[in-house]
């Protein structure tokens, strides 16, 4: 598989620079104002003057003039969003200090409206990188992949920059390599775009059957696990490029793992930065990467990740060896099945919630569900107490196990997250009596 990117494609996809969200930068150049005495006690009466001006329209905008009045939660949300924009305005300048006397003399509502076309270029770059991205989407089965390239189309739908700045009105289950802090609306939508980019272009570099046996040798059920398909692409990538090997076929051997435990456990620190970042730099030039700014930062961080690891458990986990996936006899129910369609499955669930008897509930859905992702939301809105275990227990191990990885990866981003019907936790526990009763059966 190898890249088909234009270099105008390349061009279009030039790196954003912002690392602070415009809301944020705003009130940074507030401070500095301050700090500085750019900006007095006067000055700020008369911001504040202004920003309740800017307010009283744009509540007048978001009620079609109908109502001064709206609810404490979305004066709340049209403020982030007037903050954002006039944050985004003063990023024209060269410096705080500049950004400073702008706002000291400029109208806010000049700056308001500035912002706001500032916005729309950047929309407008968000769907060319979109566009870039969907023409070098990876051919893998991966749900949380493709439906959050989905949802990214969504996005400049349902965007509305000059309300709600700050908003990203889309669900991106999809996780990249290195994390995106402090980022908010478009500017946050566009990073991510940047950054997949990168992550698809130097994927399409590998074929599709190399990478799947990889992604098989992190877990059989990848193409229903929140997992990111970069990582462990790049990952054995650089271990071969520090092993001097060929790259393309994406194999670390048993052989070849002992070697890289030595480079990274024996080595000075020091030393070992120094050769990852030089094969980092000779895996670029092998591939014709110029910009690898982000590349460095994911070496950087494999580097972090294996020093984290015990000496004892050995690199099995971070460089992986490919192997026949180990799959049962009787292969899961719900794998890699395209979901149903939205009204089809809201008919279902309302058809399961009318069930007084759980054995028809769970007849139901055996005979109707075929999708990890359709059996997460049935669990959640029709299952209660006692009726889930039962569910439970008609499942395989390899079923159990694809949930069980699911609430993981929900958890890992969102600590607290869970559904009304608190399934996820029964789950669990569910899950480690097996593993318990399983030992203590081997153990006698």
């Not at 570099?205 to 059920?221: G, N, Q, V």
């Not at 000075?268 to 730099?281: F, G, S, V």
Request: hydrophobic residues 40%; contains cysteine; charged residues 30%.
């Amino acid at each position: 598989m190898t890249s088909d990117l234009t270099k105008q494609d390349h061009a279009l996809a030039a790196p954003p620079t912002i690392t602070l969200g415009s809301g944020e930068y705003l009130a940074q150049v507030i401070q500095y104002g301050f700090a500085q005495e750019i900006l007095t006690i006067e000055d700020q009466r008369a911001l504040q003057q202004q920003l309740w001006l800017l307010m009283e329209q744009q509540t007048k905008r978001y009620t079609w003039e109908e109502s001064s009045s709206i609810p404490v939660e979305t004066a709340e949300e049209l403020l982030t969003s007037v903050q954002t924009t006039l944050g985004r305005a003063l990023r024209k300048e060269d410096d705080l200090k500049a950004a400073a006397w702008r706002l000291k003399t400029t109208p806010l509502a000049k700056l308001l409206t500035e912002g706001q076309q500032e916005l729309e270029l950047a929309i407008a770059k968000g769907k060319r990188l979109l566009k870039q991205v969907q023409d070098s989407a990876l051919p893998i089965k991966n749900l949380s992949y493709h439906d959050t390239l989905k949802e990214l189309d969504s996005f400049f739908l349902r965007y509305d920059h000059r309300l709600f700045a700050h908003d990203i009105p889309c669900s991106l289950d999809y996780q990249l390599c290195r994390h995106i802090p402090g980022l908010q609306g478009i500017e946050y939508i566009n990073a991510y775009l940047y950054n997949l980019l990168i992550e698809n272009t130097f994927c399409r570099h590998f074929d599709k059957e190399h990478i799947e046996k990889l992604l098989t040798a992190y877990h059989p059920s990848y193409p229903v696990l929140l997992l990111n398909i970069f990582e462990p692409v790049f990952t054995s990538a650089l271990g071969l490029t520090l092993l001097e090997k060929e790259i393309s076929p994406l194999e670390i051997r048993e052989e070849d793992r002992k070697k890289l435990e030595i480079h990274f456990r024996k080595l000075p620190m020091a030393e070992a930065e120094e050769r990852l970042a030089a094969a980092c730099q000779k895996l670029c030039r092998l591939l014709g990467i110029e910009d690898q700014a982000y590349l460095d930062s994911a070496a950087k961080e494999l580097y972090t990740r294996i020093k984290s690891i015990p000496v004892t458990e050995g690199l099995e986990a971070v460089f992986l060896a490919f192997r026949e996936a180990d799959f049962p006899s009787d292969p899961p129910h719900y794998i890699d099945n395209d979901p149903m369609e939205d009204k089809a499955l809201r008919h279902l669930i309302e058809k399961i919630r009318r069930c007084d008897d759980v054995e028809e509930k769970i007849s139901l859905v055996k005979g109707k569900i075929h999708s990890l992702q359709d059996l997460v939301e049935v669990l959640g809105a029709c299952f209660w107490e006692e009726e889930s275990l039962a569910l439970f227990r008609t499942l395989a191990d390899t079923e159990i196990a694809l949930l069980c990885d699911h609430i993981r990866d929900k958890r890992a981003f969102q600590p607290n997250w869970a559904s009304d019907t608190r399934w996820e936790d029964r789950l669990l526990s569910y899950s480690k009596a097996c593993r318990t009763t399983e030992t203590e059966q081997d153990s006698f």
